[in-house]
């Protein structure tokens, strides 16, 4: 039994990866930008990759009732800086409270 709840762990974990847009920057920039509308119960999720010792900083802009969780390093913030492993981060955009329709919002990625 415990195997096939691991299964359907690693399973949950990969549809949400396949779920999620990479955050892309321009040939030679350090920071790039993704928008798009959240509504209650309904996050987006995006993904970006890093090298290790790096300084990434997320913000929302935007929109005050929006906040982004990215799994293992922090939750529900709007603007937050860490220093990086070599691997791939997902992060989760969300509305902080119930609102009656979607939200608009952008997300800035900064990695240096």
């Known amino acids: 039994m415990i195997g096939l709840a691991g299964l359907a762990g690693l399973w949950a974990g990969e549809a949400s990866a396949q779920g999620c847009s990479e955050i892309r920057?321009?040939?030679g920039a350090y920071s790039g930008e993704v928008a798009g509308a959240?509504?209650?119960g309904w996050p987006l999720c995006f993904r970006f990759g890093s090298g290790a010792g790096q300084t990434a900083r997320l913000q929302i802009i935007g929109n005050e009732n929006t906040?982004?969780?990215i799994p293992g390093v922090t939750d529900c913030q709007?603007?937050?800086s860490f220093r990086t492993r070599r691997q791939s981060y997902e992060v989760r955009v969300f509305q902080l409270f119930r609102a009656p329709g979607a939200e608009n919002f952008r997300l800035r990625l900064t990695i240096r």
């Open 25 to 27: 920057f321009a040939s």
């Open 78 to 80: 709007d603007d937050f």
């Open 67 to 69: 906040c982004f969780t």
């Open 38 to 40: 959240v509504s209650d």
